[in-house]
């Protein structure tokens, strides 16, 4: 299935696999890259830079074919040396590059010296034209349905997905809400050029987290998050649980974020997706939760994504053409 976006990044299927804390590691990046799609390697789950090249040497030895790193830059309790985590991207010879959180536009001359393709995450059409002006080769454009930060203008993809396609010269895809067949034919009709799927790749066999984890993804239905961190303006969807409700509450009621500091600690996170402890921490999690049914090898959702998707654009070109020879 080829698109501008496959063309672009060298791929066979429009269907990348985010950049997911705890989860991006090189035996899901790889089978997601094997099956034709983009895996993604997260930087920061690897406790330093030297980590990260041992990790990408890992997926190399898994595919020859092309995957990505993603490196998210946000607020944080301690903040990591996201330069020395880029430069140790680049010189682990990575051709393509998936950034999120602040705008990468200081890290843009050395990403293009070093011939790095990079794909920014935005959550506004706004921002989507400052990345495309700041030099960025393509855009993922998350909805409001997105797990983790979502942005604050509430934005369902339905209306983002077409509204980018209106906005934007360079290849984009579509992400949040995202699990199957019928959402990549969907992206595609709307405009986009692929799709992003995080919170389906979490029930694969090659995702690291703990089965406990996965089952309740396969159990939870869509009304199954909380977004926390609202009055901050720094909204995330996270799945909901006791810490999650007890985050939302705190704040709600006027608490800072020294407040939950402690309940939103990154290692806590951790210790869900490690140790199976749904209560430990938060853990992210997309309203697309509701669509997920079953665990299976990533590389089978590739391609079964991309067949259904064929399936159906097959199905409605038929209909549609034999609706209007009828009318003729």
């Excluded at 705890?22 to 830079?49: D, H, Y």
């Excluded at 019928?182 to 692929?194: D, V």
Aim: aromatic fraction near 4%; hydrophobic fraction near 45%; include cysteine.
């Amino acid at each position: 299935m080829r698109t501008r976006f496959t063309e672009l990044l060298g791929i066979e299927h429009p269907v990348v696999q985010g950049g997911m804390m705890f989860v991006g590691r090189a035996p899901l990046a790889a089978a997601v890259s094997e099956a034709g799609g983009l895996g993604i390697i997260t930087a920061l789950t690897q406790p330093t830079p030297a980590e990260l090249v041992r990790e990408i040497e890992a997926a190399r030895e898994l595919t020859d074919r092309p995957f990505g790193v993603n490196l998210t830059i946000l607020p944080s309790i301690n903040p990591p040396p996201y330069e020395e985590y880029l430069d140790a991207i680049i010189e682990s010879g990575v051709t393509i590059l998936e950034t999120a959180g602040a705008n990468p536009e200081p890290f843009m001359p050395k990403l293009k010296d070093a011939g790095i393709r990079v794909v920014h995450k935005c959550t506004s059409v706004r921002h989507a034209l400052k990345a495309e002006r700041i030099g960025v080769d393509a855009v993922s454009i998350d909805g409001f349905e997105c797990a983790g930060h979502p942005g604050e203008d509430d934005v369902t993809g339905l209306v983002l997905v077409p509204a980018t396609a209106d906005a934007l010269s360079i290849p984009f895809i579509a992400s949040g809400g995202f699990a199957d067949g019928r959402g990549l034919a969907a992206a595609l009709s709307l405009g986009a050029h692929g799709v992003n799927m995080g919170t389906r790749f979490m029930c694969t066999t090659e995702s690291p987290i703990a089965d406990g984890v996965k089952k309740a993804i396969v159990d939870a239905t869509e009304r199954d998050t909380e977004l926390i961190f609202r009055p901050l303006r720094n909204t995330a969807r996270v799945a909901s649980n006791s810490i999650s409700r007890e985050v939302v509450q705190i704040l709600e009621d006027g608490g800072e974020f020294a407040d939950v500091r402690d309940l939103v600690a990154g290692s806590r996170g951790k210790r869900v997706y490690e140790d199976g402890d749904l209560e430990a921490g938060i853990w992210t999690a997309g309203m697309v939760q509701g669509l997920i049914h079953d665990i299976v090898p990533a590389g089978e959702i590739v391609t079964r994504t991309v067949a259904e998707a064929e399936n159906i654009l097959r199905r409605l070109t038929a209909t549609f053409s034999l609706d209007a020879e009828a009318h003729l």
